[in-house]
């Protein structure tokens, strides 16, 4: 059935470090990709989405590509703060159609130090 | 401003009783959703619905009932809990409007512990 397979946390990096979180997938035909960030004590929020192979998807300096050859969409950032310290969670749709209903990762735990 | 709004945020339970987590939302979204979120899985589906009086399991169906009498309210019963159901349970939302790519939009969490 479809997957998502993120990489174990916890991240912990200093500040202005450079960021990836891998994430892959299995699915059959073509999903939907999102990243979602859940800050603590608060529910899950869309960080950032791709809809289609190639496409990148972009928000608040983090960036993602649907790669479909490699069945990837890690999620990179150039420079964290300490305010994106976080869990995060690659998700793909699930079902044909605009179901709404994903199947999300296991998540990454960030942790960005001054 | 819309949102999606859970109760209770915090309860503690005994093993064998019913309980009730409310969702209540002000998007007029048709599609409502259920999640269960445990340390190294991730989100679980439990339930969802496409609109009133329609209602689907999920991945983790078990235990847990849930009904859809109106646009707003997705009530989550678990009908005789067990300390396997302690979790923090999500509602979520999307719309079916066109061009939405199944964005969820979550509420706050109701983290639930089963003595």
């Known amino acids: 059935g479809d997957s998502v397979t993120q990489m174990e946390g916890p991240v912990t990096l200093s500040e202005e470090a450079f960021l990836t979180i891998n994430c892959t997938y299995t699915?059959?035909?073509?999903?939907?990709l999102f990243w979602y960030v859940q800050y603590p004590g608060e529910g899950l929020q869309l960080l950032l989405k791709a809809t289609k192979a190639d496409d990148k998807g972009s928000n608040k300096g983090f960036e993602a590509t649907y790669r479909k050859e490699t069945t990837s969409f890690h999620l990179e950032k150039g420079s964290v703060q300490v305010s994106d310290s976080a869990v995060y969670f690659c998700a793909l749709t699930w079902g044909s159609g605009n179901t709404g209903k994903l199947i999300f990762g296991q998540g990454t735990t960030l942790q960005v130090k001054p | 401003d819309a949102e999606i709004t859970q109760s209770p945020r915090h309860k503690i339970t005994e093993t064998g009783r019913q309980v009730t987590l409310a969702c209540h939302q002000t998007?007029?979204?048709?599609?409502m959703f259920w999640y269960r979120q445990d340390l190294g899985h991730g989100l679980r589906l439990i339930h969802y619905?496409?609109?009133?009086?329609?209602?689907n399991k999920g991945e983790v169906s078990d235990g847990y009932s849930v009904s859809r009498s109106n646009t707003e309210d997705l009530p989550l019963t678990l009908e005789s809990a067990a300390s396997s159901q302690t979790s923090v349970y999500f509602c979520a939302t999307s719309g079916t409007s066109g061009g939405n790519t199944g964005e969820l939009f979550f509420g706050e969490g109701s983290r639930l512990t089963v003595l």
């Open positions: 699915a059959t035909g073509y999903p939907s």
């Open positions: 619905s496409y609109g009133v009086q329609d209602t």
């Open positions: 998007w007029n979204h048709n599609n």
